[in-house]
T-cell receptor, first 115, second 113 residues
Framework: AQTVTQSQPEMSVQEAETVTLSCTYDTSESDYYLFWYKQPPSRQMILVIRQEAYKQQNATENRFSVNFQKAAKSFSLKISDSQLGDAAMYFCALNYGGSQGNLIFGKGTKLSVKP | NAGVMQNPRHLVRRRGQEARLRCSPVKGHSHVYWYRQLPEEGLKFMVYLQKENIIDESGMPKERFSAEFPKEGPSILRIQQVVRGDSAAYFC???????????FGPGTRLTVL
């Protein structure tokens, strides 16, 4: 079975500092995609970053970057220069070939940003 | 460009009533996914549809739940004879293809009294 695990229910970071959110996954597929979604209090799901498994280079989007360790099945999200608006639930998600595209989500990490 | 639209945003039903949740995907997207989010949980896949076809309904309860995506009009998730355990946020997402990013709607929060 395909699974996604986020072991940190809550994290806290000081404004302007850097924080890393952890995610591990399990799949027997060789072709898959990984995503980080942000869910602010409005509950709208917003895509933060995406990584294709066949790409060795870690994805980067402005202040957001990932550390993708394929052999270890690890996909962590690093947020640099944290801002108050980064406070939200963050969900790691897996999309693999056999899933017909549906996303398998972790339980989420609640990030607080302290001013 | 309009994103994914869902309505209503909030829906209150009494036990035994029917709930109808609507989703209009991004224009040009033919893949629609429904997810359910229970409090303090991540999203759980329910059903995947393409125009007029249910592709994968493995995450949807066999009874009381149904979904459709007609040739014209929005996708509908229908819950018959609702129970308190159906209270949750229901999200719709659309995508131009299977391996692309999914764009999510704002969700419908269903409360069953």
């Amino acid at each position: 079975a395909q699974t996604v695990t986020q072991s940190q229910p809550e994290m806290s970071v000081q404004e302007a500092e850097t924080v890393t959110l952890s995610c591990t996954y399990d799949t027997s597929e060789s072709d898959y995609y990984l995503f980080w979604y942000k869910q602010p209090p409005s509950r709208q799901m917003i895509l933060v970053i995406r990584q294709e498994a066949y790409k060795q280079q870690n994805a980067t989007e402005n202040r957001f970057s990932v550390n993708f360790q394929k052999a270890a099945k690890s996909f962590s999200l690093k947020i640099s220069d944290s801002q108050l608006g980064d406070a939200a639930m963050y969900f790691c998600a897996l999309n693999y070939g056999g899933s017909q595209g549906n996303l398998i989500f972790g339980k989420g990490t609640k990030l607080s940003v302290k001013p | 460009n309009a994103g994914v639209m869902q309505n209503p945003r909030h829906l209150v039903r009494r036990r035994g009533q029917e709930a109808r949740l609507r989703c209009s995907p991004v224009k040009g997207h033919s893949h629609v996914y429904w997810y359910r989010q229970l409090p303090e949980e991540g999203l759980k896949f329910m059903v995947y549809l393409q125009k007029e076809n249910i592709i994968d309904e493995s995450g949807m309860p066999k009874e009381r739940f149904s979904a459709e995506f007609p040739k014209e009009g929005p996708s509908i998730l229908r819950i018959q004879q609702v129970v308190r355990g159906d209270s949750a946020a229901y999200f719709c997402a659309s995508s131009p293809s299977v391996y692309n990013e999914q764009f999510f709607g704002p969700g419908t929060r269903l409360t069953v009294l």
